[in-house]
């Protein structure tokens, strides 16, 4: 796989509240929508991240999934994942191969049809 990369904030190794079963959660950096109840206010800046290949993070969570599969799954939260959406497409991808479920847990502020649908081809489950 070409290397490509996510600007990522954290992670959460066993979720039990972003989506079904137990999650490895990746909290992606940035959003510009600044609300007013956010519980993740650290994850703001795009530059609160850091740089990490998406083989990378394959390979980190392939080691999870003993504990995610077969009821739980990766999710993608942040700040807003969706503003790296065509970065997140090329995780997604690679973890389709391994028939992990992922969701992605996002305020929709990006709207754009035809990338959700891109999306989905890959992802199973959107939450807002
Ligand atoms: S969209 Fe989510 S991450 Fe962004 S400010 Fe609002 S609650 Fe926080």
Redesign the pocket.
Same mark, same amino acid.
């Given at each position: 796989m070409e290397d490509n990369f996510l600007q990522v904030h954290s992670y959460e190794s066993f979720g039990t509240v972003d989506g079904p079963g137990i999650r490895y959660v990746i909290f992606l950096a940035g &959003?510009h929508?600044?609300?007013k109840? &956010?519980?993740?206010?650290d994850?703001?800046d795009f530059r609160s991240g850091h740089s990490v290949k998406i083989s990378e993070l394959v390979n980190t969570i392939l080691r999870y999934t003993s504990y995610i599969m077969p009821d739980g799954g990766v999710t993608v939260s942040?700040?807003?994942p969706l503003i790296q959406a065509y970065k997140l497409i090329l995780l997604f991808k690679e973890l389709k191969k391994y028939d992990i479920h992922t969701a992605i847990d996002t305020?929709r502020?990006v709207s754009n049809n035809r990338l959700y649908k891109r999306i989905n081809r890959f992802n199973r489950s959107i939450f807002t």
């Open positions: &959003c929508l600044k609300c109840y &956010c519980q993740n206010r994850t703001w942040g700040g807003e305020s502020n």
